[in-house]
């Protein structure tokens, strides 16, 4: 799995500083797969959310299955804190069928 951490730049410092001055305003989603979005920009294009991940987070059930997902849109993420894993998964059919 690859994983991305925090980039030590003066942008990412800036984006840090942004999300704390508006973490208290911002409107909260809690997302099953253990993640709370805060929306910063929304129905605008790009829309810019915040998102806060922690395994305390997970709703029951998810674990057993499992948190893989895709988006309808395309992405570009920053990591202000910890850091994240990314995996593709690509389905395929096998020769049975399933």
């Given at each position: 799995?690859?994983?991305?951490?925090?980039?030590?730049?003066?942008?990412?410092?800036?984006?840090?500083?942004m999300?704390?001055a508006?973490?208290?305003?911002?409107?909260?989603?809690?997302?099953?797969?253990?993640?709370?979005?805060?929306?910063?920009?929304?129905?605008?294009?790009?829309?810019?959310?915040?998102?806060?991940?922690?395994?305390?987070?997970?709703?029951?059930g998810?674990?057993?299955s499992?948190?893989?997902?895709?988006?309808?849109?395309d992405?570009?993420?920053?990591?202000?804190?910890?850091q994240?894993?990314?995996?593709?998964?690509?389905p395929?059919?096998?020769e049975?069928?399933t």
């Amino acid at each position: 799995m690859q994983m991305t951490s925090v980039e030590k730049t003066r942008s990412t410092q800036a984006m840090r500083a942004m999300a704390l001055a508006l973490f208290p305003q911002m409107q909260w989603r809690h997302h099953g797969i253990g993640v709370l979005q805060g929306y910063v920009a929304e129905d605008v294009e790009p829309e810019v959310r915040l998102h806060v991940w922690a395994t305390e987070l997970v709703k029951p059930g998810m674990a057993e299955s499992g948190d893989i997902h895709d988006h309808r849109f395309d992405l570009l993420s920053h990591v202000l804190c910890g850091q994240v894993g990314h995996e593709e998964i690509i389905p395929y059919e096998s020769e049975d069928g399933t």
